[in-house]
């Protein structure tokens, strides 16, 4: 989704690492157990939610998946292009680009660049990604 860096270490030698540094073990463990979390997540996500459900949820939880790096309150950072996020979320690029125009008309999110977006009223999205708030038609 952005830059990254890579090293690749040898199974004998990143054994003996992780034995000589018990916290990066613990830190590497912590980081997989987040993985599985949110593999569990999306899984749920595909298979029982809505289109709105799918987005809200997307945007609530996309700043927890990198803990290493925390954002603003109430900002989201949009790495990927609506493609992505559709083809992420099982949806179409209208779908996604429906929903947020939506949740943008309802003063739920403010877009504040094509990567970067504002949660106004989180405590409505939560109630849309958990279902608990059917949203208005032709809103």
Not at 11 to 24: G, N
Not at 90 to 110: A, N, P
């Amino acid at each position: 989704m952005e830059p990254a860096s890579v090293c690749r270490f040898r199974k004998t030698a990143f054994r003996s690492l992780i034995q000589d540094c018990p916290s990066l073990e613990h830190a590497l463990l912590n980081r997989a157990s987040h993985e599985l979390a949110a593999a569990q997540d999306q899984m749920l996500l595909l298979g029982r939610k809505t289109a709105i459900e799918r987005v809200a949820w997307f945007l609530l939880d996309l700043p927890g998946h990198d803990p290493l790096r925390p954002t603003l309150a109430d900002r989201v950072r949009l790495v990927m292009t609506r493609g992505e996020i559709a083809d992420y979320l099982g949806l179409t690029i209208e779908t996604v680009s429906r929903v947020l125009t939506r949740l943008k008309k309802q003063d739920v999110i403010q877009l504040l660049s094509r990567s970067e977006l504002r949660i106004v009223h989180r405590e409505m999205l939560r109630a849309l990604a958990d279902g608990e708030l059917q949203y208005p038609r032709g809103a």
